[in-house]
Nanobody, 119 residues
Framework: QVQLVESGGGLVQPGGSLRLSCVGPAHIFSHYEMAWYRQAPGKQRELVAS???????DYMEGIQDRFTISRDNAKTTMYLQMNGLKPEDTAIYYC?????????????WGQGTQVTVSS
């Protein structure tokens, strides 16, 4: 069983920063693409940023100026550095790992960590 565990969420004031972490098995970090998703109350889950096993990152439009995704494969940890946080960033943030095989998709999710941006 693959377990992904997020941490680093919490309550922060607008303009503040948080750094989320996701820890998982070594083999996941050796081969899988990973990503951060978020889901705000009453809204659909959305992809925030993704990063390949080699470190190539992609971001949702308009967020790259504030958020940075990274991974340290040796430490089996993925990060999301969030700066200039806004109330609309409030959501549960989920860690995801995925790999596409010819016949199926291998995908794993963490339990999520709450980020609340409020004054």
């Amino acid at each position: 069983q693959v377990q992904l565990v997020e941490s680093g969420g919490g309550l922060v004031q607008p303009g503040g920063s948080l750094r989320l972490s996701c820890v998982g098995p070594a083999h996941i970090f050796s081969h899988y693409e990973m990503a951060w998703y978020r889901q705000a109350p009453g809204k659909q889950r959305e992809l925030v940023a993704s990063i390949t096993s080699g470190g190539t990152a992609d971001y949702m439009e308009g967020i790259q100026d504030r958020f940075t995704i990274s991974r340290d494969n040796a430490k089996t940890t993925m990060y999301l550095q969030m700066n200039g946080l806004k109330p609309e960033d409030t959501a549960i943030y989920y860690c995801n790992a995925n790999f596409k095989f010819p016949s199926s998709i291998s995908e794993f999710w963490g339990q999520g960590t709450q980020v609340t941006v409020s004054s």
